[in-house]
C-alpha cells in the first residue's frame, strides 16, 4: 500500500487513507486503457469505412481470413483481464483484512443516521479516527440495506439487516471527509408536521445536509474527521469517557468497555451454565481463544467471528459444533442488538 495525501483531481476526490493511491491508479488505468482503445478502434473503423467505401469502378470482394490477427485480438485481452484481476484481488485483500491492532468501531446504520460507537461505550453521530492508525468497522442496519460510503477514504460496503460487514481504513493526514449512504433506502418526503421537505444546504461545514432538510440518501450523510491523537482523546473523552468512572471508583479501566458488559450479560442470561472461559468442557464449547478459530460443525468448518456468533445465538442449530448436543436454546426475541453486540466483544476479548 501507497501513503498518500493526493490533492483532489477533476475525477476524483483527495486521497486519505493509505489504500486511495492503489485505487486510482487502478481507476486511471482502466480509464486511459479505455480511451486508448476507443480511439484506436474508432479510428480504425472511420479509416477503413473511408478506404473502402463504396465507389464507381471498384467491385467488393470477399473479406480473407486471417488467422494470426485473430488470435492475437483473443488472447491480449486475457493477458490484460488476468493483470487487472491480479490488481484488484491483491487490492482487495489489503482492504478486507484489518491490521491486528485496529482500532474497532461500532457502526449502526438506520434511517436515516449513522451512529459510531467506540471502544470506550461512547457513541457519536460523526466518526472520527486518530492519524496514521488503522480503524475497523464493524457495521450492522437496523432496518434496511445501507452503503457505507467515505470517498476519499477510497472505501464503501453494504451494511446489512442481520448481519454484520467489516471494513477499515488508516487516514494518512489530519483532514476530514464526507460519509454517505450510497444505497437506495428510501428517503424523508414529509416533514414532521406533514409539509414537504426539500434539498437546502446548510452553512453549516459540520453538517451541509441537516436531516430536517434532506430527502433520500442526503438524509444518512454524516463526518470523517481524520485528527491528532490528542485531539482524537480529546474527543473519547467528551462523549462520555467510561473510564473516567472506572477511575473515580478505583477500578482499572477494561479495554473495551462492551467486553466488560458483556461479561456480565453471560452471567444473568445463563452462558456460564453451559460455557466456560478456562477451556473447561462442559455442555457446549469453551470460549477461551474461541474467536479466530476454525470450528468443525455438522455443516462444515466455519471461522468464528461477529456472523458466525451472532447466528449461533439467535439460530444455535444452524451449526453445531462437532462433538457437542444440539441442546441449546435460541435466544430470538430474548436479546437486543447491543447485547449480542457485548458478548461478542466479551468473547473476542478472550482470544
Sequence with gaps: MNESNAPATFQLPEQMSTVAADVDWLYYFIYWLSVVLFVAIVGAMIYWAIKYRERKGHKAEPTGHNMPLEIAWTVAPVFIL???FHKGFHGYMDMAIAPANAIEVRVN????????IYPNGGSSAELHAPVGKPVKLIMGSGDVIHSFFAPALRVKRDVVPGMYSSLWFQ????????????????GRSKGPNGD????EPSDDPRNPYPAGQATGH???HSMLYVETQDDYDKFIKSIGDKCEEYKSQGKVCPDSVAAEGGQKLAVSKGCMACHTTTGVRLIGPSWKELW????????????VDENYLRESILDPQAKVVTGFQP????FRGQIA???IDELIAYIKSLK
Design 82 to 84: 488476468v493483470f487487472l
Design 109 to 116: 446504520a438506520k434511517q436515516w443516521a449513522w451512529e459510531f
Design 171 to 186: 487516514g494518512t493526514h489530519v483532514g476530514r471527509d464526507d460519509i454517505f449512504c450510497a444505497e437506495y433506502c428510501g
Design 196 to 199: 414537504e421537505l426539500s434539498y
Design 218 to 220: 442526503w438524509a444518512m
Design 292 to 303: 479466530g478459530k476454525p470450528e468443525s460443525t455438522d455443516k462444515g468448518q466455519v471461522k
Design 327 to 330: 441442546v441449546m436454546p435460541t
Design 337 to 339: 442488538d447491543q447485547e
